[in-house]
């Protein structure tokens, strides 16, 4: 969604894009010619066992390519760009010998095609997209920072905070009365907290909203299954607390944002790069134009 605002935002001052991607469709539309690469999010996707490793279905030498010209762009969603397991198991405390690749199946071995047990981060190509792009681009402070830990790489000119993409016109606080205690929204996981949320709020009125991982048991609170994003305003605007308290260190955590405009109260902890802005994120004021902004920044930079 965040990736989709900045491209629009592109198009609208006039660019054109071509794509090439591996998931959810293969396509291949690279053009030699281009002014400029923007690369989101192209190591790991990995919502589903068929996504793990996609990323090494790409044309070949397509990388080579972009890293050859060298004037491109780079995006960070979450961390699929450090990491090719899924929601970063580690939460940012990597290691030359990950624990975590040693526990996990044959079956995502092969779907990965990563029989070792070495960090992803270490690899030669990721450390090659990390340093040769003109900008990384991060989705807060804290995104940054865990990014930047795990490569082991410093802070410089060529890292790039995207502020919050959220519509203000879409999410604000109705003043109405609210009658759910404490709402969660989004995927039902471990890495976004499933299991704290069930220790602190098995006995209170919790409600949820959204899609329940895979293998897991809701077996407490109000369960509103998925309700379509247009509706999400609604839901919030009956809650008096959000509740968001992720295992891993959320890159952002939008919905978080959208929670705060629409006057809840938030219940995070410190794993939550929407709180980690240096400004209030219940004030849209304080948001400006973020996708406008980065390309400012990009075209003075190309």
Same mark, same amino acid.
């Given at each position: ?8 935002e592109?198009q609208a ?5 071509t794509?090439t991607?591996? &998931? ?7 053009d030699e ?5 923007f690369?989101?999010?192209v ?5 589903s066992l068929?996504s793990l490793?996609? /990323?090494? #279905?790409l ?5 080579d390519?972009?890293? &050859?010209?060298?004037r $491109?762009i780079h995006?960070n !969603?979450a961390y699929?760009? %450090?990491?090719n ?8 405390n990597?290691? @030359?010998? +990950?624990?975590d690749?040693g526990?996990? =199946?044959?079956?995502?071995? %092969?779907?990965?095609?990563? $029989?070792?047990?070495?960090?992803? =981060? ?5 450390r090659?997209? $990390? +340093? ?5 681009v991060f989705?807060?402070?804290m ?6 830990k795990?490569?082991?790489?410093s802070?410089t000119?060529? #890292?790039?905070?995207?502020? @919050?993409?959220v519509?203000? !016109?879409?999410?604000?606080?109705h003043?109405?009365e ?5 709402? $969660?929204?989004g995927?039902i996981?471990?890495?976004?907290g ?5 220790e602190?709020?098995?006995?209170? !009125? %919790? ?5 329940i991982? *895979?293998?897991?048991?809701?077996d ?11 509706q999400v305003p609604?839901l919030?605007? &009956? ?6 308290? *992720?295992? /891993?260190p959320? *890159? ?5 944002i959208e929670a705060?405009l =629409?006057? +809840?109260q938030l219940?995070?902890?410190?794993k ?5 802005f *240096?400004?209030?994120?219940s ?6 134009n973020?996708?406008?902004?980065? /390309?400012v920044? %990009?075209?003075n930079?190309?």
């Amino acid at each position: 969604m965040i990736a989709l605002d900045v491209i629009r935002e592109a198009q609208a001052r006039g660019h054109t894009f071509t794509f090439t991607t591996v &998931r959810p469709q293969s396509k291949t539309e690279f053009d030699e010619s281009a002014d400029l690469d923007f690369l989101v999010d192209v190591f790991n996707y990995p919502h589903s066992l068929k996504s793990l490793g996609a /990323w090494r #279905n790409l044309p070949d030498g397509l990388f080579d390519k972009v890293l &050859r010209r060298n004037r $491109f762009i780079h995006m960070n !969603n979450a961390y699929a760009d %450090i990491c090719n397991l899924p929601y970063l198991p580690c939460s940012g405390n990597s290691a @030359p010998v +990950c624990i975590d690749k040693g526990a996990i =199946s044959l079956s995502t071995r %092969i779907a990965l095609k990563d $029989f070792r047990n070495t960090c992803f =981060s270490s690899k030669k190509l990721v450390r090659d997209v $990390f +340093c040769s792009s003109i900008l990384n681009v991060f989705l807060s402070p804290m995104h940054q920072d865990t990014c930047l830990k795990v490569m082991k790489l410093s802070n410089t000119k060529n #890292n790039f905070v995207l502020k @919050p993409t959220v519509d203000t !016109n879409l999410f604000f606080n109705h003043k109405v009365e609210r009658d759910i205690d404490y709402l $969660f929204v989004g995927v039902i996981s471990e890495a976004k907290g499933f299991y704290e949320m069930r220790e602190l709020f098995h006995n209170k !009125n %919790i409600h949820f909203a959204g899609n329940i991982y *895979p293998g897991l048991n809701l077996d407490f609170g109000t369960y509103h299954g998925r309700v379509a994003y247009d509706q999400v305003p609604a839901l919030m605007n &009956r809650a008096k607390n959000f509740v968001f308290l *992720p295992r /891993w260190p959320e *890159p952002q955590g939008r919905v978080v944002i959208e929670a705060a405009l =629409s006057g +809840c109260q938030l219940i995070t902890n410190d794993k939550v790069g929407a709180t980690s802005f *240096p400004f209030d994120i219940s004030q849209p004021k304080n948001f400006g134009n973020p996708t406008q902004e980065l /390309w400012v920044e %990009i075209e003075n930079k190309v």
